[in-house]
């Protein structure tokens, strides 16, 4: 899957994953490979990023919107 984590200011990361995991305002939620179309609003937490050779990265984000559609992933943070 390909993900963006975008901020006002710039890129955060730009890249392939094979899992991430969002703190969606209703709970956190992951996403993986063929995930159903999906927006959800963020709130104060950690992204999860791991990467293709199981490396995980990880975020803190105070608030965002994340669009899931065609396993390309968008999040958009403050």
């Known amino acids: 899957?390909?993900?963006e984590i975008i901020t006002?200011?710039?890129s955060l990361f730009v890249g392939?994953?094979?899992m991430i995991r969002v703190p969606g305002t209703k709970g956190s939620f992951q996403i993986l490979?063929?995930?159903a179309p999906i927006v959800s609003t963020l709130e104060k937490g950690i992204i999860t990023i791991r990467k293709p050779d199981?490396?995980?990265i990880t975020f803190n984000i105070n608030s965002?919107?994340?669009?899931?559609?065609k396993?390309?992933?968008i999040i958009l943070v403050e």
Request: net charge negative; hydrophobic share 20%; aromatic share 0%.
């Open 16 to 18: 392939e994953t094979t």
């Open 71 to 73: 396993n390309k992933i």
């Open 33 to 35: 490979n063929n995930h």
């Open 64 to 69: 965002g919107l994340v669009e899931c559609k």
């Open 1 to 3: 899957m390909r993900v």
């Open 8 to 10: 006002p200011e710039k």
């Open 54 to 56: 199981d490396q995980e």
